[in-house]
Structure formats: structure tokens, C-alpha cells
Antibody, heavy 118, light 107 residues
Framework: QVQLQQWGAGLLKPSETLSLTCAVF????????WTWIRQPPGKGLEWIGK???????TYNPSLKSRVAISVDTSKNQFSLEVTSVIAADTAVYFC????????????WGQGTLVTVSS | DIQMTQSPSSVSASVGDRVTITCRAS??????LTWYQQKPGKAPKLLIY???SLQSGVPSRFSGSGSGTDFTLTISSLQPEDFATYYC?????????FGGGTKVEIQ
């Protein structure tokens, strides 16, 4: 079964770039859309965007101008960059595979808390 | 974007109680509705997909129903490990969107 391990810098200053990577173990990398979701402290879930194995992306319009998702199929990894971060970008960031067949996200990575503070 | 509205935002219940959570979509989403359970400090866990299909390994006390704009998640007999926050998510169109969550608390 698919397992995920994510990592990246946890403390950023305003205007810096957030960078996270998610490694995929098991399963077939080409079977899913690879997705990022975030959750501000004490709040709900926000879908950021997705990428497939060939590099085709879809982003949430609310973040589209600052977000880029990329994929490295040789390593079974995908990455998230968010430029010009602000305090409102402080959140736990999760990676997860999205199945077009079920419409669900499963399983989820362990989450990475990213704090934006001067 | 499709807006997802959950109710109630919180519910207090006792072990053994039947608990029902509702989720309403701002437009029809057929049966493209997923339910998740999230415990503090943990990632969400998929419970039900396609409105009523139970994910492998999820106890049968969880069930989902609905189609179109109105959906429900039911826990038939609440267990201690079920105290958590529950989210719905629509997969009819991108961006995927989530409900605001329902916290199930111990009465």
C-alpha cells in the first residue's frame, strides 16, 4: 500500500518561499493525482493543488499565483512551493494521493507545520 | 467553487449514542462525497467515499448516505475512539472543497 513521508523547512520569514517534498513508497505512482492540502492551526482543511505523473497540474484559484507543484518520477517524489509567504500561510501542510475513481484522499502524510513569523 | 456546509459544528454525545452529521453542497455533486475523521495532532483518515462506500478497515458502525446536495454520516453506536472531528469533502469538481468540520465531544 501507499505510504508517504514528507519534509521541509518549518519556520519562514514573511516574503520567503515555502518548500516541501513528499516521497511515495509502494503503490503505482502513475495511478494517482498527487495532492497538497493545508490546515491553519485550529481551523479547517484547504486543498492547494494536484499533479499527476506526467506533470499536469491543477491549483486552487485562491493560491494559484503563488503556488507551484512539481514531480520527480525518478524518485517517486512530488514537491510544493509557495512564494512570498505571509502569516496567513502558517498551517500544517499535508500530502496525499487523490484517487479519481473514489474521489478521496488516502492515505495522508504525517503533516508538516510551517510557521511564518518575522 | 462548491461550498460545503456541515452541521452541527459540534455535538456532545455519550458512548453508545447514535450520532448523525450532515453536509450540504452549494450545488449538486451526485455522489462525489467523502468523509474523514481527524484526531488531534493527526492527519485525517478516510472513512467513506462515494457517499456511502465504507473504506476498507473502517468499522461498520460508520455509514454514509445521500446524493445531490444533502449527505449524512451516521455513527450507529459511538465508541470512545470515535471522539474526533469529522470533515466532508466534495470531489465533483476542482478545487476540492471541505466542510468546516464537526467536533464530536464527550458529554
Amino acid at each position: 500500500q501507499v505510504q508517504l513521508q514528507q519534509w521541509g523547512a518549518g519556520l519562514l520569514k514573511p516574503s520567503e518561499t515555502l518548500s516541501l517534498t513528499c516521497a511515495v513508497f509502494g503503490g503505482s505512482f502513475s495511478d494517482y493525482y498527487w495532492t497538497w492540502i493545508r490546515q491553519p492551526p485550529g481551523k479547517g482543511l484547504e486543498w492547494i493543488g494536484k499533479i499527476n505523473h506526467s506533470g499536469s497540474t491543477t491549483y486552487n484559484p485562491s493560491l494559484k499565483s503563488r503556488v507551484a507543484i512539481s514531480v520527480d518520477t525518478s524518485k517517486n517524489q512530488f514537491s510544493l512551493e509557495v512564494t512570498s509567504v505571509i502569516a496567513a500561510d502558517t498551517a500544517v501542510y499535508f500530502c496525499a494521493p487523490y484517487s479519481g475513481g473514489s474521489g478521496g484522499l488516502d492515505p495522508w502524510g504525517q503533516g508538516t507545520l510551517v510557521t511564518v513569523s518575522s | 467553487d462548491i461550498q460545503m456546509t456541515q452541521s452541527p459544528s459540534s455535538v456532545s454525545a455519550s458512548v453508545g449514542d447514535r450520532v448523525t452529521i450532515t453536509c450540504r453542497a452549494s450545488q449538486g455533486i451526485s455522489r462525489w462525497l467523502t468523509w474523514y475523521q481527524q484526531k488531534p495532532g493527526k492527519a485525517p483518515k478516510l472513512l467513506i467515499y462515494a457517499a456511502s462506500s465504507l473504506q476498507s478497515g473502517v468499522p461498520s458502525r460508520f455509514s454514509g448516505s445521500g446524493s445531490g446536495t444533502d449527505f449524512t454520516l451516521t455513527i450507529s453506536s459511538l465508541q470512545p475512539e470515535d471522539f474526533a472531528t469529522y470533515y466532508c469533502q466534495q470531489a465533483n469538481s476542482f478545487p476540492l472543497t471541505f466542510g468546516g468540520g464537526t467536533k464530536v465531544e464527550i458529554q
